[in-house]
């Protein structure tokens, strides 16, 4: 979910300017657009279906803003229109009955200076206009483009600078004029602004099906904890049933159950201890060393694995979907593969009792501590959602002045992981001074409010990116954070986000991480699960440089439903290991030749995982220079969606790569 309301106000100079621009002598065509009545032979925007529109907060609004407020660009109201919020799109079919789309686009102005946009409208599959960079209290801009002939329309509000707080976008007076005398009517529908790549099959992939019966571990090679606090890890493990695990040199505190393979208890002291584990079965043993780390904000040494309920389910999350997609990361073998947490996002939460202890919604979780309870007896990890203000993005109850309360709460229900939305804090800190102690202080807050509790819970900031997070969330105790928007199942979005991470890789590293959002394979829908509208190939894409960048890998898809190109996606154990790998060391982009690029980084080993990646709309050879990723010479390369060697290379490696495709290859041998 995205809440993008504050911050600053409108300027003196800038008020002035709008009372000036509103007194101006308009142009036909804004005369026309500012008018309440329809032109003959013409549609407004908002009479089509907006339930096709997309939007990243909120709902589309017909004839007002995001925030339902009157329609208004630097001053000027406007009766029509439709008021949006980035990143949204909208695909029409104008029957090739159109003969002009009229509109004026700019940052609404509730957001009183806040927000930046770019408005694109695409044509029969061609960007036709692109605004540039319009923010809060900027002039708005006009539309008028020639539809003559055209088929197909798509207009797109895109963020501007990777955050999509206050990006509330208005299609003022919004209209599609027709032919002259025509009974056909343009019609709101289905699908992405651009027109789909070509469909390849996507890069040769390693299949579950090939998981040998050997007992193997897989999973982080190292975990932290907080002495005296509960600890929960699920030894990983694949291999033919019955297995039995065994565990030598555990810390004191700690004890192991060798037929579920769940290491419990508490440490005892602070401390780094190596422990062998072991896992055994009918077709051998396997036995691999785990690093535990006790101390203070110790937590994730390593990026999360798991699932958020966001994606898919949205606001019609409730505990039989929780309980559900618990037994399916077990019984699909995610969490044999490392997955561990099960998190709960917007929508469980219903007021306060009298002592100001925040409830649960009783139609949807009517025993929060039950569900805990039967998450952790499967070995996994759970995680809840809140906001520093009054309500979260939902609407729902949130944390503001009872943060205390609330940790303990969490802890009393025993909850392992917080996701804190920036939500409606923005209104209520509103009049305070802009700057970064405004937007550290909620997340201090909270970081001082679980610091007081028994228990170990993740820290996750979900604050968009604002005041560049990546530089400071360490500082306050962040475990991961945002860099961006809400990311949504398109080409664009997903691209767009990941690819634009490059320069935040120096601030991540064990115990703290850069997140561009939860995943967007396998079935989504927000609240409407459907098929993934991204390509196989696509979708690669995403997680290889979700990989690379060592972010959390939360999928947001109905596990009950895996397919096994997901599956294939997510358990390959040697991209888990690259995701996984104890350095912390996150990736950076290290060239760029048009649309292909090359991002690398180093592993614990003394290899490199280099990612190979074509941004064009068709097939290509990718190369990567040693060179370029600081190494020389003859050099070992394997291919790791495929798991299999591929040879000695002199200068760099080729790969052919799909269109909006990508390679994630191993270099060098290990030490």
Known sequence: ??????????????????????????PA????????????????????????????????????????????????????????????????????????????????????????????????????????????????????????????????????DQSIDSDHGDWAGALIKLVAGTELRPVAIRGPVEPPVPVEPPIEMWSVTQTPPAPAIHGPRVTGATPGRPFLFRIPATGEAPLTFAAEGLPPGLRLDSATGVISGALAAEGTTDVMLTVRGPKGASSRKLTIIGGQHKLCQTPPLGWNSWNVFAGAIDEVKVRATAEAMVSSGLAAHGYVYVNIDDHWEAGRDAAGRIQTDPAKFPNMLALCDYV???????????????????????????????AQQYAAWGFDYLKYDWCSYGDVVRDEPDGLPKLQKPYRVMREALDQVDRDIVFSFCQYGMGEVWKWGAELGGNCWRTT???????????RIGFAQDGHEQYAGPGHWNDPDMLVVGKVGWGRPRANRMTPNEQVTHITLWVLQA?????????????????????????????QDPLGKAAGRKARDGQQEIWARALSDGTLAVGLFNRGRDAADVTVKWADVGLAGEQPVRDLWARKDVGRHADGYTGRVPAHGARLIKVGAAR
């Open 1 to 26: 979910m995205a809440w993008r309301h504050h911050l600053l106000g409108l300027t003196t100079v800038g008020l002035l300017a709008s009372a000036l621009w509103a007194q101006r002598d308009p």
């Open 29 to 160: 065509d804004e005369v026309l657009i500012r008018s309440a009545d329809l032109p003959p032979d013409a549609v407004w925007l908002e009479s089509l279906d907006l339930r096709l529109m997309s939007c990243d907060w909120q709902t589309p609004q017909a004839g007002k803003s995001v925030e339902g407020n009157p329609l208004k660009l630097h001053g000027v109201t406007y009766p029509h229109g439709v008021g949006s919020h980035a990143r949204s799109e909208f695909n029409i079919d104008l029957k090739g009955a159109a003969t002009r789309f009229l509109a004026m686009v700019g940052v609404d102005d509730e957001k009183q200076g806040q927000g930046s946009v770019v408005f694109r409208v695409w044509v029969d599959g061609k960007v036709v206009i692109e605004t540039g960079t319009l923010r809060g209290g900027d002039e708005p801009k006009l539309i008028s483009l020639d539809l003559t002939g055209a088929k197909r329309l798509g207009l797109v509000i895109d963020d501007a």
């Open 376 to 406: 952790h007896s499967l070995g996994l990890k759970i995680g809840i959602y809140s906001s520093p203000g009054p309500t979260t993005c939902g609407g729902r109850t949130a944390s503001w002045q009872h943060e205390l309360l609330d």
């Open 551 to 579: 972010a959390p890998l939360l999928l947001g898809c109905d596990l009950t439903q895996l397919d096994e190109f997901t599956l294939n996606l997510m358990c390959n154990d040697e991209v888990l290991d690259v995701h």
């Open 485 to 495: 928007g809400d990311i949504t199942d398109t080409w664009d979005s997903m691209s």
